[in-house]
């Protein structure tokens, strides 16, 4: 099977608004022909990360809100939404002060698992997570518009569409299972435990300060290093930030854990009928980690524009792709290291093999890797 992937070039060589990145988008989503999607009263999510302070290259309220005039002018009922990272009150701080909002976007903007992060749905998922915790809103909803910043990630080297689907859609813990049927599921084995190296650490406490859920503090000066092993999500922010490698923790192999993504998308995408979910790419603002880190770098390739396809494989193919043929940006992580023409930038940055969540998407028939880019 051969999919259509619709490509909004970010370039612009005219000076008018059918020319530019939201013209383009326009037509972008009326190629992909939303009557045929969603019926009129249809609620839709529009499923984007709302990012975290300091994370500031989060695909803008300016572009939802043309997702969301595009959806009401079919009948649907739109939401802008997101799963909770960091306590839910302070996450709708984080949205509003990214600048999404009802005001911006134009419809509500709610937290998919409610404000503690446990409104979910225990659904079957694959032989490596059995089951996932999905958020309720995006359980319940009969559509759903899937938008999603591309760009690198620690573990993952790549995040797009899958991953937002894997982490995105699915909560931080459940109320009986908890981490294990949450995104700590993904990223874990075993209990997950967190080890700490006092030899490494030189007690930044930039770990404490990232916990989302305060699990982490350092005792006697720094001799001690308590963290709550009952409460922690295993979401791995910790390890992430620490600039020393001082904190370990027990997790998944990479092909595991790209597996993991996969086959929670496809746990995701089963509470939806088929046709109903669709998928926005925006290939702009590529840094080299996640939205969810506290802080953004500065693009390591060029924005390239959106993909948009009713294929999640198709779609993620075709963006992948089209980063390995961009060219690194002076001064940033590319450059960093090594990256030249014809480099795999990604691939230079985090050493994952990303394409793993493509194939095995693909092998749980989620879609095709084949596709024809049309541009727009
Ligand atoms: S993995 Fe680290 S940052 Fe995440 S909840 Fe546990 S202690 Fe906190
Ligand atoms: S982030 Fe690493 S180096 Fe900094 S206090 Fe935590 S364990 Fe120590």
């Not at 290093?225 to 979401?235: G, I, L, P, T, V």
């Not at 494989?313 to 043929?325: D, P």
Request: hydrophobic content about 40%; aromatic content about 8%; charged content about 20%.
């Amino acid at each position: 099977m051969v999919s259509k992937v619709f490509f909004a070039p970010a370039r612009v060589r005219k000076w008018r608004h059918e020319e530019s990145l939201p013209g383009r988008l326009q037509g972008l989503l009326q190629a992909l022909k939303l009557k045929e999607h969603f019926a009129q009263g249809d609620w839709v999510a529009v499923k984007t990360h709302f990012g975290s302070p300091g994370a500031h290259r989060v695909v803008r309220p300016f572009f939802l809100r043309v997702v969301v005039e595009a959806l009401k002018a079919v009948g649907a009922k739109p939401f802008v939404t997101d799963t909770v990272r960091i306590p839910g009150l302070q996450y709708l701080e984080v949205a509003n002060a990214q600048g999404i909002n009802h005001l911006s976007v134009g419809a509500p903007v709610v937290l998919a698992d409610g404000l503690w992060g446990r409104d979910n749905v225990l659904v079957r998922a694959g032989e490596l997570l059995g089951e996932v915790a999905v958020a309720s809103a995006i359980h319940d909803a009969q559509g759903m518009v899937v938008v999603s910043h591309v760009k690198g990630h620690i573990n993952a080297g790549y995040a797009g569409a899958i991953k937002n689907l894997a982490m995105g859609a699915v909560s931080a813990e459940h109320r009986s299972c908890g981490w294990r049927c949450g995104r700590g599921g993904m990223h874990s084995i075993g209990e997950g435990k967190l080890y700490w190296d006092q030899e490494r650490c030189q007690l930044c406490y930039q770990c404490e300060e990232v916990c989302p859920l305060e699990c982490i503090s350092f005792q006697e000066g720094g001799k001690l290093f308590y963290y709550n092993d009952e409460r922690c999500w295993r979401c791995g922010r910790c390890k992430r930030v620490c600039p020393q490698g001082a904190i370990q923790h027990q997790e998944a192999s990479e092909e595991d854990f790209l597996r993991a993504l996969a086959e929670a998308a496809q746990a995701v995408l089963s509470t939806f009928e088929p046709g109903k979910v669709l998928y926005l790419n925006f290939l702009t603002e590529i840094q080299p980690e996640c939205d969810c880190m506290p802080g953004a770098d500065v693009p390591v390739l060029q924005d390239l524009g959106v993909l948009g396809s009713a294929d999640p494989v198709a779609v993620e193919a075709a963006s992948m792709e089209l980063l390995r043929q961009a060219r690194p940006l002076p001064d940033s992580a590319a450059e960093e290291h090594g990256a030249g023409p014809g480099d795999d930038v990604l691939l230079r940055l985090h050493e994952k093999p990303y394409w793993v969540q493509l194939q095995e998407a693909e092998r749980l028939g989620l879609g095709s890797s084949r596709y024809e880019l049309i541009r727009i």
